[in-house]
């Protein structure tokens, strides 16, 4: 079994295995003395090229024994956040420029326009079901849950129908003006309904909430890691990231959205903050069965290993020992996807007051 295992996948040259030495025939076992030292680094380059050939051969390194610390070293998911500027091609970003504009083109035509978009008949179909903001607000986050989450479920199905391109296309041309319009929704309606609690007034909170939205972007966007893909000028894929936020929490996500809604509720402090916040944690606490399932689906045993040495509660796999942080950790954040999210992140809280402005002029 472990021989077919080896031989039957591609090795890097850098990746010598020495012949094993057979002790018994039925079953064949190998006398670990005779192993050499296997190096684990060079694994990483081929690994974030072709992931999926590796998983068996890892996890007949790990069986064959590995020592702890050397188990936490090796990668069974990819490298996050990783960029290489001698790889990317002038050409694949003008690409993507040109689709951007033509998305921001079409999604203004067709939904943004009062006069030519289907944006404003879709806020006021859903507001004449109720008088009440806050059940307005979460039909809005019912409708793009079950939309987003629903195309999400149907990945796989969808990509071998239509292909992985197309079903991007359909993906983000589905769930993005309906965001688009829940947002809106929510800024042109966040003063609305009961207020609860005026806590603005309190010494330093202002900068708490505005620390604590800053790091929820951190987190919120693990998936802009390859802009290419999100574009579907690259072939999108489903990826199983493991280094970076991913070592803090598996669901990063999950977790920024938790912590922007906690910011703006505390900071707004009426009901419909409120009911936006319980709409959207209820959304991306379903991501997180839903996302660990798809990822299972995909990826089997190397899921297993990395749902084994992460956590869903930020920091939970660190203290209990079952993520080891590597002594250059800071290292896997200096990268160019958190940079960029660093640096959009601060034009967002900048550009407030001109969101407003636009939402507004919408009149959703």
């Not at 703006?264 to 606490?285: M, P, Q, Y």
């Not at 299972?296 to 660190?318: H, L, Q, W």
């Amino acid at each position: 079994m472990a021989v077919s295992l080896v031989t039957s996948h591609p090795l890097s040259p850098q990746l010598p295995l020495p012949k094993p030495r057979i002790l018994c025939s039925k079953p064949i076992c190998f006398s670990l003395s005779h192993l050499k030292p296997i190096e684990i680094k060079p694994f990483r380059t081929q690994l974030a090229k072709n992931p999926d050939q590796f998983y068996p051969l890892k996890k007949f390194l790990v069986q064959v024994g590995r020592t702890e610390s050397d188990r936490n070293e090796f990668l069974v998911g990819e490298d996050s956040a990783a960029f290489d500027l001698s790889k990317q091609k002038i050409l694949s970003w003008v690409y993507f420029m040109s689709v951007l504009g033509v998305v921001l083109y079409v999604l203004n035509v067709a939904w943004i326009d009062n006069s030519t978009g289907f944006g404003k008949p879709f806020i006021d179909a859903v507001s004449s079901i109720s008088d009440s903001p806050e059940v307005v607000m979460l039909i809005l986050i019912f409708i793009f849950g079950i939309v987003h989450s629903g195309l999400a479920s149907l990945r796989d199905i969808g990509e071998k129908l239509i292909g992985e391109r197309a079903f991007r296309v359909l993906f983000a041309g589905t769930a993005l003006p309906l965001a688009l319009s829940t947002v809106v929704y929510f800024i042109n309606h966040r003063y609305d309904g009961v207020q609860l609690w005026q806590l603005q007034g309190v010494p330093a909170l202002h900068e708490l909430v505005w620390f604590s939205n800053f790091i929820s972007f951190l987190f919120l966007y693990p998936s802009t890691f390859n802009l290419l893909e999100v574009a579907a000028v690259e072939k999108p894929k489903m990826h199983l990231w493991e280094t970076g936020i991913m070592r803090i929490t598996r669901h990063p996500q999950m977790v920024g959205q938790v912590m922007w809604c906690m910011a703006h509720t505390v900071w707004i402090g009426n009901s419909v903050a409120v009911a936006a916040s319980v709409g959207l944690i209820a959304h991306h606490l379903f991501g997180v069965w839903n996302g660990d399932r798809r990822l299972a689906i995909r990826y089997g045993e190397a899921f297993k290993v990395v749902k084994e040495r992460t956590s869903v509660v930020p920091f939970a796999a660190i203290l209990d020992g079952r993520q080891k942080l590597p002594k250059d950790y800071y290292k896997e954040f200096l990268r160019l996807p958190y940079l960029t999210i660093t640096a959009l992140t601060l034009g967002a809280y900048l550009a407030h007051p001109l969101m407003q402005a636009a939402s507004f002029r919408l009149h959703w």
